[in-house]
């Protein structure tokens, strides 16, 4: 760090405010650009485009505007105590500490850890107390920088008189200047004047634990004076909560055994959170983050009540997700790579939606036979020139389309719409497996690679080499410090060109051949298993999809069917019908079970139960992950016994689904749909009563009467 965040000369105390906000902003603006930290016009701009997004004034009678622009050439903190409150937007009243926050485009992770302490403080009553009773610039710098760098303040804090005692920093701001603040709020000048007796540090043994995460849009501030004012309320209760900070100093994601304790979490933001699949089936709370500054006791009390509520609003499975908090550094490897892969996957499936079910509306409409003639029939014909019945080369020879007329044109579009949305397939498997890893530097250079996994015959097991290639080799490049004048073309340039140049090499010149080869005897291999080898392959397609519901194992075997369904075999056809039928078991089953015995679930999962009939109709695994992850033992094993039993049978009834989703939804995609139904009947009372018969023998065990 080239300079202290704050000195004395950023610092204006007793100062008669200008006019409005404003006019406060641009006298902020004046002070931090005379120290050379930054350009006037540009910084001035950034901070009140972030003001007109969101008012920056808080309870407790400061406001914080702040911004991350590329006019700031030093990161800053500047404070002027205005003589009389102006009003900077917040609820409680009008504002007379003014911190402004300005940071450079490309701050670094130490500025931003140092200025998300400021935030935590600025949250304390006794901290603003400090401020507002401090006699000079030196003061307030040395107050500022003891929160900040402690180890930098030191001598200034002597100097000044800030804390000549030996308590610690933070006793010393709590009883530094409370008689003469300036109240500007009945919570803020009580606590001053006042401190509450410190809260016993051990929660209580019967109360829920929560979880809360915290993010506001450009993360300096308000994120983490929204975890503060959590943490001390849940403190001041006796209830242990956990914070995840999704703010730009970095994340630091709740570890598996917190999420599993946990009884309900708390969402404060104003922008998409990530990885928020992994609370599925909790309760939630959810509030704009200054909602958790202001109210921070009111939220904590709301997250308990939803914990005991079985009627709560619930965290939905599959929520949307980004990858960036699992991506840090703090995840191994091969968590990293996995959450990558589930990116890819998860990215690639509304192409498997929109293409899989246009064909299917295609052969619906104009016949199984439309697979052969559909792209001249749709750009050789149209609405006033409708063709007739079409020749094509079968099996068998020679051959006509069923169907001509409107019926054939209508059909061959949506074929042909469907035929060259599945082509993006592995391209979009790859290039968002790279954007998993590397972010947008992989993108091209793994979509490139899967069209060239496409050229070469390696299909979407190439497509998993060049996206995992792609992102390793494009993340290694983000970690290079190149010189200011390459750094802009790195990310848009260097890095896609190099990176596709590698790996398509790699691809081209080494492992597409091999790759291709395998590719071909994997599907040459389970496509041509019939009669008792078609049930073993339904058998272990069913104990795939029930294994993990919507994990790496469920995503292979999902993968494997939709990229055979462009082949429009019959064999093609029968897997999906297998993977989409086995997939709805679990949460059907734990629905029926959760129905019929419901002494032996608890008030939420029978709820969890009554949603997950939806769920498993639809065809979405992961409406099972509640009750899987609240009783593995007993859950997982009755799944993979039900999934088996409906693969097998799908396989034996020779059933096919031309569609990739959509569960029951899609029955006419289907045939023959009684055998669907079938299947998928007998899995789900297979699971059912095997769960229930589980779950009834361990309460025996235990000695508690169901």
């Known amino acids: ?38 350009e006037r016009d540009g910084l001035e701009a950034g901070l009140l485009k972030r003001e007109e997004s969101f008012a920056t004034g808080m309870p407790g009678g400061f406001a914080i505007p702040h911004c991350r622009t590329e006019a700031v050439h030093e990161a800053a903190l500047a404070l002027v105590r205005l003589s009389e409150p102006v009003d900077f937007g917040s609820a409680d009243g009008p504002a007379d500490l003014i911190i402004a ?18 935030s935590r403080a600025l949250i304390r ?15 307030v710098s040395a107050l500022v920088m003891d929160v900040v760098a402690p180890e930098e303040a030191g001598t200034d804090a002597q100097a000044a008189g800030a804390a000549t005692s030996e308590e610690p920093a933070d006793a010393a701001v709590g009883t530094g200047a409370a008689s003469t603040a300036a109240p500007t709020s009945g919570s803020a000048s009580a606590s001053a004047a006042a401190p509450s007796p410190a809260p016993s540090d051990e929660p209580s043994a019967d109360a829920p634990v929560l979880l809360a995460i915290t993010s506001c849009p450009t993360g300096i501030a308000h994120t983490y004076m929204a975890a503060e004012s959590l943490e001390n309320a849940a403190k001041d209760k006796g209830i242990e909560l956990h914070v995840e900070t999704q703010g730009s100093g970095g994340i630091t994601p709740f570890t598996d ?18 990885g928020r699949e992994r609370f599925a089936g909790l309760p939630l709370v959810e509030h704009p983050v200054k909602r958790a500054i202001s109210h921070g006791g009111e939220m904590i009390d709301e997250a308990v009540a939803a914990a005991s509520d079985p009627s709560a609003r619930r965290v939905q499975a599959g929520a949307a997700t980004s990858q960036k908090a699992e991506s840090g550094a703090s995840q191994s490897w091969p968590r990293r790579i996995q959450g990558a892969v589930m990116t890819g996957v998860s990215y690639m499936i509304p192409f498997v939606a929109a293409g899989g079910l246009l064909m299917a509306l295609g052969f619906l409409v104009a016949g199984f036979d439309v697979a052969f003639v559909a792209q001249d029939v749709a750009t050789g014909f149209s609405l006033s020139s409708l063709p007739g019945h079409q020749e094509y080369e079968g099996a068998t020879g020679m051959a006509q389309t069923e169907r001509a007329g409107l019926a054939l044109y209508l059909g061959a579009v949506l074929f042909t719409l469907g035929n060259l949305g599945m082509g993006f397939l592995v391209a979009a498997l790859s290039g968002y497996i790279a954007f998993g890893l590397a972010g947008r530097p992989g993108i091209a250079p793994g979509f490139i690679g899967g069209a060239v996994s496409v050229a070469v015959g390696a299909g979407f097991l190439g497509g ?66 019939s009669g008792s080898s078609a049930v073993l392959l339904g058998v272990i397609i069913g104990l795939m999809m029930c294994l993990d519901l919507g994990g790496p194992v469920n995503k292979a075997a999902y993968l494997f069917a939709t990229a055979g369904l462009s082949q429009g075999t019959e064999a093609a056809f029968e897997i999906m019908a297998a993977v989409m039928a086995a997939g709805m078991v679990p949460p059907l089953a734990m629905a029926l079970s959760t129905l019929v015995r419901r002494r032996l679930y608890s008030p939420v999962e029978r709820e969890n139960g009554t949603t997950a009939w939806l769920l498993g109709a639809a065809f979405i695994s992961e409406g099972a992950i509640p009750f899987a992850a609240a009783d593995p033992l007993r859950v997982i094993p009755s799944m993979m016994t039900g999934g088996a039993v409906t693969g097998a049978l799908i396989m034996a009834f020779g059933v096919g689904s031309q569609a990739p989703h959509g569960g029951i939804f899609v029955a006419f995609a289907i045939s023959p749909v009684w055998g669907f139904v079938l299947a998928l009947l007998a899995g789900t009372v297979v699971a059912a ?18």
């Open 1 to 38: 760090m080239s300079a202290a965040l704050m000195t004395p000369e950023l610092v204006r105390l007793d100062v008669a405010p200008p006019g409005d906000k404003h006019a406060v902003i641009g006298m902020m603006a004046d002070l931090v650009a005379a120290t050379g930290r930054a």
């Open 101 to 118: 926050i300005t940071a450079p485009a490309g701050t670094d992770d130490q500025h931003l850890k140092l200025l998300a302490q400021l």
């Open 125 to 139: 009553p006794e901290f603003l107390a400090a401020l507002r009773g401090a006699s000079t610039p030196e003061e």
């Open 257 to 274: 055994e917190q999420i599993a304790r946990a009884s309900a979490l708390i969402v404060a933001a104003d922008v998409n959170i990530s």
């Open 464 to 529: 998993l080499i060049t996206g995992l290639l792609a992102g390793l080799i494009a993340l290694w490049f983000t970690t290079l410090t190149p010189p200011r004048w390459l750094a802009g073309l790195m990310p848009v340039v260097i890095i896609p060109l190099v990176t596709t140049f590698v790996v398509g090499g790699l691809m081209l010149l080494f492992l597409g051949r091999p790759l291709a080869a395998l590719m071909t005897a994997l599907q040459d291999g389970l496509t041509g298993m």
């Open 689 to 706: 009563a095997l769960v229930t018969l589980l779950k009834e023998i361990g309460l025996r065990r235990q000695g508690v009467a169901a």
